[in-house]
């Protein structure tokens, strides 16, 4: 069964700081893993995506995240955060055919000026 | 990126009644899934909805309570039946193809009174 954890429930940093949000995940084949952030009363936005090829991942807003096989870890990083980086941050596992995504549980950003 | 649109984005309604959500997709896209965000909570997948054929629920979710429909590789709806309280909830539409990530509507959020 696929599986991802997302140990912090709860991130603060400053505006401008580096964030690092850490993703762990459960899955008998090559998985393909996402970020996906919810802004307050927004649906799901892909921040990115990794299914093959390259490790490390850029997307929008700036975030970039590393998959690592040998530690099943899909970490997102961003150098310096702004005020509008504060939502709900999702990472998801899937693959196969039928592309069904498992989530974990979130980390709320806070960003205190 | 596939665009999608649903409705209705939010509603309040009695216990006991039933209310169908709509999914429109912009583009003809193989698959579609309808997930579940309780309150406070991450998404669960509620179903896989198949064109042309009955959806395939995930463990914990039943056709009675849930019927989806998908008569196109563009649209779909989610019925939740005889409401209470406890179905109170966002509930999102995915949709992407082989390769294309998964894309998310903005949601619809019920309030079950």
């Known amino acids: 069964a696929q599986s991802v954890t997302q140990p912090d429930i709860h991130i603060t940093v400053s505006e401008g700081a580096s964030l690092e949000l850490r993703c762990n995940y459960s899955?008998?084949?090559?998985?393909?893993l996402f970020w996906y952030v919810q802004s307050p009363g927004q649906g799901l936005q892909l921040l990115l995506k990794?299914?093959?090829?390259?490790?490390l991942v850029q997307g929008i807003k700036g975030f970039e995240a590393e998959f690592k096989r040998s530690q099943s870890s899909f970490n997102l990083r961003k150098p310096s955060v702004h005020w509008s980086d504060a939502a709900e941050y999702f990472c998801a596992v899937g693959g196969g055919n039928d592309y069904k995504l498992s989530f974990g549980a979130g980390t709320t950003v806070t960003v205190r000026a | 990126s596939a665009v999608i649109s649903q409705k209705p984005s939010r509603d309040i309604c009695q216990r006991g009644t039933s209310l169908t959500i709509q999914c429109q997709v912009d583009?003809?896209?193989?698959?579609m899934f309808w997930y579940r965000q309780q309150p406070g909570q991450s998404l669960t997948l509620i179903a896989t909805a198949n064109q042309g054929s009955e959806a395939t629920y995930e463990s914990g979710f039943v056709i009675d309570k849930f019927p989806i429909s998908r008569p196109n590789l563009t649209f779909s709806t989610l019925t939740v039946s005889n409401m209470s309280p406890e179905d109170s909830s966002i509930y999102l539409c995915?949709?992407?193809?082989?390769?294309?990530?998964?894309?998310f509507g903005n949601g619809t959020r019920l309030t079950v009174t």
């Open positions: 899955y008998g084949a090559t998985p393909y």
């Open positions: 990794y299914f093959s090829g390259d490790t």
């Open positions: 995915s949709a992407g193809d082989s390769n294309s990530p998964l894309h």
């Open positions: 583009s003809q896209v193989t698959m």
